[in-house]
């Protein structure tokens, strides 16, 4: 019959469909974790003061308004500062430690930079190495 044939190749079609939406969503999760290694990797690589300057660069994309980066040197703790508004008027002001190493930051560590926090701070630890327990 002519309708079974239609019927079996749509049928066909639909399998052949839904195993190619598998196969493409196992793909995709893989290529994923491959791209959040990769730019891991990346980011571990890069010179510090890179790191730094893109981390900057990102806060002023979600509309901060950075008014100092930290030159290379000693810094206090503080690497950027950075502000809701243009002209520095309103709080919270930004302070953020940035350290681009494979080791994970210490209670110590985050304690040293909370020092250096106000009371209408707000801070910002940005580490590739992650943070100890």
């Not at 196992?26 to 959040?36: C, K, L, R």
């Not at 430690?97 to 926090?117: D, I, P, T, Y």
Request: hydrophobic content about 45%; some cysteine; overall charge negative.
């Amino acid at each position: 019959d002519g309708n079974a044939a239609e019927v079996a190749a749509a049928v066909s079609a639909v399998d052949d469909a839904d195993n190619n939406a598998k196969a493409a969503s196992v793909t995709f999760e893989e290529a994923e974790e491959q791209a959040w290694a990769e730019v891991s990797q990346y980011l571990r690589a890069m010179n510090p003061y890179d790191f730094q300057d893109l981390v900057a660069d990102l806060l002023r994309a979600m509309s901060y308004h950075v008014t100092w980066v930290s030159p290379p040197g000693k810094d206090g703790g503080v690497d950027i500062l950075a502000w809701p508004d243009a002209l520095g008027t309103r709080p919270p002001r930004i302070k953020v430690q940035v350290k681009r190493q494979q080791q994970a930051v210490s209670v110590e560590g985050l304690r040293s930079f909370m020092a250096v926090l106000g009371d209408d701070d707000v801070g910002l630890f940005v580490c590739t190495g992650g943070f100890t327990k």
